[in-house]
């Protein structure tokens, strides 16, 4: 159960913190829906920086842009609010889990999943429409690696279920 309080964390965008959370034991408070929401915006913050630093755009690019990024990403806050839904509902039921909640909990991240692809193909002709195909194509690449490690490190954090 401590493992799923530091991935709701590491979800949440605690991952600096994650040393100090991974040495506490039993002890380890739960994260309270308020400080997740807020460690949360935090994080969509830092993406959007390391975005901006990774995106060479324009005045002009950048006047265009960063409106559609902010629809992007208030879109992609809907598929996160689902995993993170999904995390919680684990994390509740970890100890006891069933065979039809594992079965519904996979299905659950499965279209989370899917959700996500939807939501690139909906905005990739958006996203052409104001940038060039290369400067679109490293928005995607940036995007998907941010989400790779995010979902990497919360992977390594959330325990296997037992059968």
Request: aromatic residues 8%; without cysteine; neutral net charge.
């Given at each position: 159960m401590n493992r799923i309080v530091i991935a709701l964390f590491v979800f949440a965008g605690i991952l600096p913190n994650y040393q100090l959370l991974s040495a506490?034991?039993?002890?380890?408070?739960?994260?309270?829906?308020?400080?997740?929401?807020?460690?949360?915006?935090?994080?969509?913050?830092e993406k959007k920086q390391i975005v901006a630093v990774n995106?060479?755009?324009t005045e002009a690019e950048a006047q265009k842009f960063w409106p559609v990024y902010d629809q992007?990403?208030?879109e992609g806050v809907k598929i996160n609010d689902a995993k993170l839904s999904i995390i919680q509902e684990?994390?509740?039921?970890?100890?006891s889990l069933s065979d039809a909640q594992?079965?519904?909990l996979v299905k659950s991240w499965t279209d989370a999943d899917e959700s996500a692809v939807q939501l690139r193909m909906k905005y990739l002709p958006i996203l052409l429409k104001v940038l060039p195909g290369k400067k679109v194509a490293r928005f995607f690449q940036v995007d998907r690696r941010i989400g790779s490690i995010m979902?990497?490190?919360l992977a390594s954090e959330i325990p296997l279920v037992e059968p």
């Open positions: 506490q034991s039993a002890t380890t408070p739960a994260a309270s829906d308020q400080d997740i929401k807020l460690l949360r915006k935090d994080l969509r913050s995106m060479t755009l992007y990403t208030a684990y994390a509740a039921n970890y100890q594992a079965e519904r979902d990497l490190q």
